[in-house]
């Protein structure tokens, strides 16, 4: 299986500032990552497609960059509905495998 | 308008069989697989398998292997996902999803919770 590693697993920012999260996976997996965005009582929200593809109707303060092994999310500046659980997913392989979340909490 | 709704919340016990429905619309159900997700309470997402309308083929996470059957009816556009021998472990909100590679078509249903005591 694609290991997934997700850092960091949880950290706490203000509103506006720059937040990035990592997610490193034990193959190449070429750019096949997608990023989830995930709220409480809620199913996830694709945010980025294809590593740095930005999902249709996703504000442009997030972006996705990486390839290979080594993924990013940015958040340019957070706002207040932005706080929640952030996932990476590779579908490059089966079985699909999913990062350990982040938390993005409030300051 | 594309919707995935999910069949209600269960209670099992230890050893029995849950089988969850997931029942599409608003699009062509052959078109996109449908992929199943566990989330325990509290906890992380999991990929469980997926199952492609079109003609059953499916793909299974091996930790469900050999207890996960994931079927799609056509004629009623519906997916299924069943589970046995359930064990307190598997209390969890389960749902569906099309999670296609590229593109904009990805709707998930509501998911349904699964809750597994004596």
């Known amino acids: 299986d694609t290991q997934m590693t997700q850092s960091p697993s949880s950290l706490s920012a203000s509103v506006g500032d720059r937040v990035t999260i990592t997610c490193r996976t034990s193959?190449?997996?070429?750019?096949?990552l997608g990023w989830y965005q995930q709220k409480p009582g809620k199913p996830p929200k694709r945010l980025i497609y294809?590593?740095?593809s930005l999902q249709s109707g996703v504000p442009s303060r997030f972006s996705g960059s990486g390839s290979g092994t080594e993924f990013t999310l940015t958040i340019s500046s957070l706002q207040p509905e932005d706080f929640a659980t952030y996932y990476c997913?590779?579908?490059?392989?089966?079985?699909?495998?999913f990062g350990q979340g982040t938390k993005v909490e409030i300051k | 308008e594309v919707q995935l709704v999910q069949s209600g919340a269960e209670v099992k016990k230890p050893g029995t069989t849950v089988k969850i429905s997931c029942k599409v619309s608003g699009y062509t159900f052959s078109d996109y697989y449908i992929h199943w997700v566990q989330q325990a309470p509290g906890k992380g997402l999991e990929w469980m398998g997926l199952?492609?309308?079109?003609?059953?083929?499916?793909k299974y996470a091996e930790k469900f292997q050999g207890r996960v059957t994931m079927t799609a009816e056509m004629s009623a556009d519906t997916a299924y996902m069943e589970l046995s021998s359930l064990r307190s472990e598997d209390t969890a909100v389960y749902y569906c999803?099309?999670?296609?590679?590229?593109?904009?078509?990805?709707?998930w249903g509501q998911g349904t919770l699964v809750t597994v005591s004596s």
């Open positions: 294809a590593a740095s």
């Open positions: 193959q190449d997996i070429r750019d096949d």
């Open positions: 997913l590779q579908h490059n392989r089966y079985p699909r495998t």
């Open positions: 199952v492609d309308p079109e003609d059953g083929e499916t």
């Open positions: 999803a099309t999670l296609p590679l590229h593109g904009d078509f990805v709707f």
